[in-house]
């Protein structure tokens, strides 16, 4: 599968922003889909994950009440809603799948094990 993410930006704190991740290559309906980002000098981080019809999901501690993500399974698109953003936030921001048919929840970032090109996002203070 390839994932290409877009919708990342340059916004304040306090703002919101919307990515968007579509997927092409194959259906993922039946995939679990996830969020990783990546910090200047930090480790790539999973921030949120889904399971395949959206009925489970994961975000990591410091993005509860702020980001949430969701899917349109019929238009084959994973999203990341942002709202609240700090600079903190700021990384590149990747989507990222499970194994085909892999359907679960993944909680960890070794869950998932395709992702494409990322997008940046940059909150400024």
């Known amino acids: 599968v390839q994932l290409q993410a877009f919708g990342g930006g340059l916004v304040q704190a306090g703002g919101s922003l919307r990515l968007s991740c579509a997927a092409s290559?194959?259906?993922?309906?039946?995939?679990?889909m996830g969020w990783l980002r990546q910090a200047p000098g930090k480790e790539r981080e999973l921030v949120a994950g889904m399971n395949w019809n959206g009925g489970f999901k994961y975000l990591a501690d410091t993005v509860k009440g702020r980001f949430t993500i969701s899917r349109d399974n019929a238009r084959n698109t994973v999203y990341l809603q942002m709202n609240g953003l700090k600079p903190e936030d700021t990384a590149v921001y990747f989507c990222?799948?499970?194994?085909?048919?892999?359907?679960?929840?993944?909680?960890?970032?070794?869950?998932?094990?395709?992702w494409g090109q990322g997008t940046q996002v940059t909150v400024s203070s």
């Open positions: 990222a799948a499970r194994r085909l048919d892999d359907g679960a929840l993944g909680y960890s970032k070794s869950d998932y094990v395709s």
């Open positions: 290559g194959r259906p993922i309906f039946n995939t679990g």
